[in-house]
Structures are given as C-alpha cells and as structure tokens.
C-alpha cells in the first residue's frame, strides 16, 4: 500500500472479521527495538477513558476486541504481533489506531525495514504497508483500522512524533503524568503514561468520559500531528506511572480446583512415563532446548555467556553430522542467526548423574572445527570448577578455527528459569507459563536433571579414615572430596540465589594470584588435619558473610554469621534488639558476643530471650559483634547414591537463613553508621 491508500478488508477476504497486525522492524547492529500500543478511539478521535490504551503493561480488551500477543525475535530485528476481534470492538468506537514508541528518545530513523501486516484469521496477509522516511520520531503511527458503515477498512499512515510517547497519547486523550526530568530519567520509557489501573485491567465496559479532553484535536505539523496548546487542566491527584514491567508468576500458587491429592495437574511435559537414561537425555533435551526458542530471555540469558550473539534462535536435536564411517548425533544444534551471520553450537546432554566421556565430547569438538562451528556445550547434573575441567580434549593446534568448549549444570539451568519466572520477569505471560512447565520438568524426581547430588566415589573412604585418624596429607581422594564439596557449594549458590532473587557467592580467602589447585591443595591439607569442610558465601542485601562448617568427626553441620555491633548504641539496646528480631528464630540458636581481645557470653537464644542483658560481658569488655550459630545432625547415608549428606547441608542453610538471617535486616541498616575505623576488612575474593 501508499502512504495515505486505504483498502476495505472485506474485499481483501472473507475471514477478516478478526485480524492480526504484525509490526516489524530491523537494525543493523541487532538491538533496535520498540514497543507497540492500540489506541480506541471514538467518534471525536479521542478515547473515551484511559482504559482504551493498549499497551505493555495493559495488554488486552476485557471483551476480547485487542490483545497484544508480544514480540518475537526475526533476524537482525523482531516483529510486534496484535490480535483485533473487529466484531467484539464496542459500536461507538470508529478507529483502532495501532502505532508504537521507542525507549530513551531513540529515533525511529535508526530502524530499518518498518513495516505493518494485517493477516485474516486463517493467517492469509491481506495487506503490507512499509514505511521508508523515518526520521528523528519517536513514536509512529503505522496505521488504522476504521469503519465505514458495517465495513471495516485499513488505512496506510505512517506519521510520527518526535515528542515520544507523550506526545501521541496527549493527542488522543490520554492523561500523561508529568515527572520530573530526574525521575523520568529513571523510567524504562522516555514518558511514562498514567493510566487508572482499576480501569484499565478490570472493566468489561468503559463508559464515555463525562468531561471534554483538555487538549484540542491534532492538527498537521512538520513531523506529523502536533498537540495544540490548550487550557491546562485543573490539578488531579498523582496517577500511578506505567514503568516497563515483565511479567512474573506469583510466588503463591492459586488455589487448586481438585476434589483431593489424588487428582494431578495436567503438565506440558511429562515425566512419570521415563524408563531408561536414554529417555530421559532425549526428552531433557528436547524440552530445554525448544524452550529455549520459544521465551528469547532465557534462551539468551544460557547462550550470552558463551559468546552467542543476540538473534533469532532455532534449536534441533539429534542432527545427523558426518564423521568419518560412523556420523555422529549430537544431542542438540544451537543456531543463532544474527546480520546473516551464524553462530552455532552443538549440544551433549547427560542425565541422572551420568558422566560425559571424553571420546563423544571430542568427536564434536572436531565435527565442530571442520564445520566452522563455534562452540560446543557439555549438559549434565556436575557443575563445572575453575581449573579443573569435566572432561579433557585435544585440540589440533594446527587448524585455524578455534572452538570452545563450555559446561552448563541442570542446576544453572532451574537457577536461571527460577530468577526469570519469580523475580525478573519475561516479555508476556505465556512465556512465564513455559518457564515455569520447564522448572516443574526439572524438578520432577522422574527427570534426571536434580544437578549435582553425588559426593563420588571417595566420600566414604574419606569418611572412614578420618574417623580411623588415618587419613594423611596428599591422598588424592581428600582432593577429590574437597572438589566435590565445591561442586556442592556453588550448587547451594545456585539455589538459593533463585529463590532469593539475589546474587549469591562464596567467598574464597586466599592471597591474590593463587591459582585454583593451590588453594584447593591447603584445603585438602585442613581436611586431612582437622576433617573439617568449610565454605563462606556473600548474599547480597545480607549483612555478614553466611559461613558453612562440615565437622566430618563429630558428624555436625554449622551454619553461622556474624554481624557487628551498631556504633553509638549502648550495648544492652543492641542486645535488646537483636533478641526482637530473633523473636521467630529457633529457640536451639545459639548466640555469641564478640568482643575485643577475647571470647565473650554464649548460650542458645532459648535462655537469652528471658534476659538480654545475659549477652552482656561481664567485665565491660568493648563488644564488636554477635555470631549466630545453628547445629545440625550430618545424615547417616553414605552411600554412592544420592547423599543424606548433600541434603542436609540444603536444610541447614535453608533454615539458616529463612529463620534468622532474613530476619537481621533493621540491625544492618544500624550499623551502616559505623565508621570505616571500626568496620572489618577482610581481604576476599569473590
């Protein structure tokens, strides 16, 4: 179509009394994007309430006339899909003006290939409409749907704003809450645009508004249609701001429709069926890897970190490669095409504890240089170490393509599904739907995908020679055991971090430069004199460093933090503090004072509730801090199989921190005051 045609749909087919408009756009560097609206509009070319504007954070009509279905990556760009039941639009609206807005003031003119598509219901285009003479807009209307009659038409526009967001929705009635340029800096938006949210996401029908809009009908600018100054409204009270949200689930699920426990949720993808270990790779990769596909947050958020460019992503699994007699069947094929250019890595995928061997993984990785692939990605439940990697392969020094070879735990894969889903949130509900589908599959006890839950082969016999006191220094198995405890460590990260929200790390105190097998050696070293397991991890927004010790001789977990004491306060308020913030904390906790030059009070939080003063030292020694500790049974299993060991160290610290740590945060925010004299510095490494 001409910029200005218009064309009856009617005439076009006889399936467009609902239609899908789709919006697309590319750039060249891969990364221009836009978000769409829909705006209803009445017969005075205004919306009748807020509540006919359509956009990102207000996605669909309660009667079912618009629904924003989201975007997709396409290439270089990504394409803006809008389902209109044109036979459930209200009668007194006569357009339906589709049009979309760009973040942070960028211009239109850096995208190419604008286009606007209208698809019948059957998925036959009727019509396209491109747009060539973009410019400096912001926001641009790429066209509108209106009725002339009984019949509906399309009319090509393709006129803009360089007043953003802002200045279309004032054009068509939208009240815009001015901020000022501080706060709208902040936004994800360059305007944020108020609108009634019980309005917007509750009414099945909106009524006229009562009052004419403040601001006078559009007329014809340099860059479209321009706002007419007008009388400014009278003062309202502050409307809430349309900041950019994803979407995420909630974390308390609805309240189930089953008559008892017997009844089971229907699931995408089922479990209970799997056999063998060969089922269960097939179907793990399968599951994951189109999921990945289908919700581009999370397929980006497993492939950036291997060097996979942001593009449109296809997946495939078990892709027939030529090898030699024998052709090889990778597990998986990662394709990223981005500016013609594709990025592609092969995937081996482990399930149930099963080890990679080194013969498959080099077999791909020498499939994957003679075929000009970039990348090969191991999959099972281990978690990868610095300095010691999973499995050894050869690399021909003399070909000039280099591939890389990268290891992804089951476990970073429920972290990075799990902080999508609860607490970052992804583009549209249906992706979260996927995430949490694909979450369910891997924690299903039939998947194979639990991670890491193995202390290998030397645990026991680690176990029985410190008990015998005859474990010694340099005894392979103690290192075996130390990295296993590492594995574990890392895995406790993972998990807790995705049901936080937050970053999790351990702390590693060791001199700066010391390489990996160094530092593991000194703790081989410690096991062996001490037959003790220790690890620290940092919880961002958590005051303290929350410390693990594993007692391997008297078969007891700690799990302790330490705080200092606010500075300024006298020290019977802090302990009287401490024990109401501790008031749910079990009663078995035990609770130190630090103090300067020595060992302070110590008892369980049981006996200390009564009398905080008990805290005090006696002798009026200065009091640094206070260690809160709790102790824990180690689990008898010892076996090769799952661990009672690896599952006690999870409860350990999920009661650690549920019931006291989540507690400490008004006494952080105390010492905050403290002067960096009298705060520690520990050296670490993160």
């Known amino acids: 179509m001409a910029k200005g045609s218009n064309v009856g749909l009617a005439s076009l087919s006889d399936a467009a009394d609902s239609v899908i408009v789709s919006l697309c756009w590319s750039s060249a560097a891969g990364d221009g994007d836009a978000d769409v609206s829909v705006l209803l509009l009445d017969g005075n070319g205004k919306v009748r309430s807020d509540a006919d504007f359509f956009f990102y954070n207000h996605p669909a009509a309660a009667d079912g006339s618009v629904q924003l279905l989201g975007k997709n990556p396409t290439g ?57 003479d973009a410019s400096v807009e912001t926001a641009f209307i790429f066209g509108e749907l209106y009725r002339r009659g009984e019949e509906w038409k399309f009319r090509a526009i393709g006129q803009g704003y360089d007043s953003g967001l802002a200045g279309l929705a004032t054009d068509f ?30 009414a099945a029908e909106v009524a006229p508004p009562s009052v004419e809009p403040a601001v006078a009908l559009p007329t014809q600018g340099a860059r479209g249609p321009q706002p007419v100054e007008a009388e400014p409204p009278p003062a ?70 291997f060097g996979a460019p942001a593009g449109r992503m296809q997946t495939f699994t078990e892709v027939p490669l030529p090898h030699g007699e024998n052709p090889k069947r990778p597990d998986g094929v990662i394709r990223v095409e981005r500016a013609g250019k594709l990025w592609t890595a092969l995937v081996e995928t482990k399930t149930n504890g099963n080890p990679l061997k080194p013969d498959q993984v080099q077999s791909y990785m020498d499939i994957a240089a003679r075929r000009g692939y970039e990348t090969v990605i191991t999959l099972s439940n281990d978690v ?23 290891h992804l735990s089951w476990a970073e894969v429920a972290h990075q599904a799990q902080m999508l889903i609860r607490h970052e949130g992804v583009g549209n509900t249906a992706h979260a739907w996927l995430l949490q589908e694909l979450l369910h599959y891997l924690q299903h006890e039939n998947s194979g995908c639990h991670g890491f839950q193995n202390m290998g082969p030397a645990w026991v016999p680690v176990r029985n020679g410190i008990d015998t006191e005859t474990l010694c220094k340099g005894d392979q198995r103690a290192t075996e055991v130390v990295e296993s405890w590492e594995r574990l460590i890392r895995q406790v990260c993972l998990r807790l971090g995705g049901e936080l929200g937050q970053k999790v790390l351990p702390v590693q105190r060791a001199r700066r ?23 620290e991890l940092r919880i961002d927004g958590t005051p303290g460093v929350l410390a693990i010790v594993a007692d391997l001789r008297t078969s007891r977990i700690r799990v302790s933090i330490e705080i200092p004491a606010p500075e300024g306060s006298y020290p019977l308020t802090s302990a009287k503090r401490l024990a109401r913030l501790l008031a749910q904390a079990p009663a078995d906790l035990h609770v130190e004072t630090l103090v300067e030059g020595g060992n302070g009070p110590r008892d369980t939080l049981e006996k200390l509730r009564p009398e905080p003063a008990d805290m005090l030292p006696k002798d009026g020694a200065h009091i640094t801090g206070f260690r809160m500790s709790l102790f824990k049974g180690m689990g008898s299993t010892r076996g090769s199989a799952e661990s009672g060991f690896i599952r006690s160290i999870d409860d350990a610290v999920d009661r650690f921190h549920g019931n006291v740590v989540a507690h400490l945060s008004p006494f952080e925010r105390l010492t905050a005051r403290r002067t960096p004299s009298s705060a520690p510095s520990p050296q670490v490494k993160v």
């Open 236 to 305: 309202r009270a502050r409307r809430p701001r349309t900041a950019k949200k994803k979407v995420t689930l909630a974390a308390v699920a609805k309240k189930s429709l089953a008559e008892n426990d017997g009844w089971k949720p229907a699931r995408l993808f089922p479990v209970p069926s799997l056999k063998s270990d060969k089922e269960r790779e097939v179907r793990a990769t399968s599951v994951l890897l189109s999921v990945m596909a289908e919700v581009p947050e999370f397929g980006r958020r497993l492939t950036a970190p």
């Open 384 to 406: 990868a170490l610095e300095g010691s990697p999973l499995v050894a392969v050869k690399t021909d020094g003399r070909r000039k393509h280099k591939v890389a070879l990268w």
């Open 173 to 202: 009635g939208i009240d815009v809450d001015d901020e000022s340029d501080d706060a709208a800096a902040t936004e994800p938006v360059a305007v944020a645009v108020a609108v009634a949210v019980a309005q917007s996401a509750l």
């Open 76 to 132: 270089s760009g990504s394409e803006d899909r809008i389902s209109l039941d044109l036979t459930a639009v209200p009668q007194d609206v006569e357009r339906v003006v589709v049009a979309a807005s760009r973040d942070s003031g960028s211009p239109f003119g850096e995208l190419d290939d604008l286009l606007v598509t209208v698809s019948d219901r059957v998925g036959e285009t009727l019509l396209g409409f491109s747009i060539a």
């Open 513 to 535: 430069g010391t390489d990996p097998h160094s530092r593991r050696a000194l703790l081989t070293d410690r096991l062996c004199e001490e037959g003790r397991l220790s690890a």
